[in-house]
């Protein structure tokens, strides 16, 4: 199985700063088709999870542009450019390459 | 407007089964992969099954597969979770999920799943 491992776990931040979430996966999630099958999900509190990137870089409708996700192969990156209010829950990777499918631990951004 | 809505969780004893459904709208629902995620009290996601468009293609987590049936009905816009054999361990929130290898870009609130004696 693939292991998605993310840091921090814990991230505080000062709203209007910027924040950064690391996920490495244990294989390359890189495809012979150039794509990198890694996603990146926000769960807010009391919330279902919503989609925020999809292929490592693609934002999903709807998704403010404060939003990134960059990386490729095992190493990968989520940035808020300025975190807002609004923005506090739990962020997750997720590798799609193959099954079973896989998700980080979680990341838990709270304001300072 | 895509919407999601699970029914079919409960309270159910150990070795019991449920079957957990998830109706779809507002979209095409027979060119979509279908996925279930869950969700332990407290914990992280963790991927369950999916299903391909016109169900012939179905993975599992090793943890449910022989207990767990994912299964759809195009013609009711429909996915299901037949769960048999179930265990302390399977208590969670199911989510019903759109979409596979580009995203699950609409999820449903979830329906609780309670296994206990």
């Known amino acids: 199985d693939i292991v998605m491992t993310q840091s921090p776990l814990s991230l505080p931040v000062t709203p209007g700063e910027p924040a950064s979430i690391s996920c490495r996966s244990s294989?390359?999630?890189?495809?012979?088709?150039?794509?990198?099958?890694l996603d990146w999900y926000l769960q807010k509190p009391g919330q279902s999870p919503q989609l925020l990137i999809s292929?490592?870089?693609n934002r999903a409708s709807g998704v403010p542009d404060r939003f990134s996700g960059s990386g490729s192969g095992t190493d990968f990156t989520l940035k808020i450019s300025r975190v807002e209010a609004e923005d506090v829950g739990v962020y997750y990777c997720m590798q799609v390459l193959r099954t079973p499918i896989t998700f980080g631990q979680g990341t838990r951004l709270e304001t300072k | 407007e895509v919407q999601l809505v699970e029914s079919g969780g409960g309270l159910v004893q150990p070795g019991g089964s449920l079957r957990l459904s998830c109706a779809a709208s507002g979209f095409t629902f027979r060119i979509r992969w279908m996925t279930w995620v869950r969700q332990a009290p407290g914990k992280g996601l963790e991927w369950v099954a999916n299903?391909?468009?016109?169900?012939?293609?179905?993975y599992y987590v090793d943890s449910v597969k022989g207990r767990f049936t994912i299964s759809r009905d195009n013609a009711k816009n429909s996915v299901y979770l037949q769960m048999n054999s179930l265990r302390a361990e399977d208590t969670a929130v199911y989510y019903c999920?759109?979409?596979?290898?580009?995203?699950?870009?609409?999820w449903g609130l979830g329906t609780l799943v309670t296994v206990s004696s």
């Open positions: 292929l490592g870089s």
């Open positions: 294989q390359s999630l890189l495809h012979s088709n150039g794509n990198n099958y």
């Open positions: 999920a759109r979409g596979w290898n580009s995203g699950l870009d609409s």
């Open positions: 299903v391909n468009q016109d169900g012939s293609d179905r």
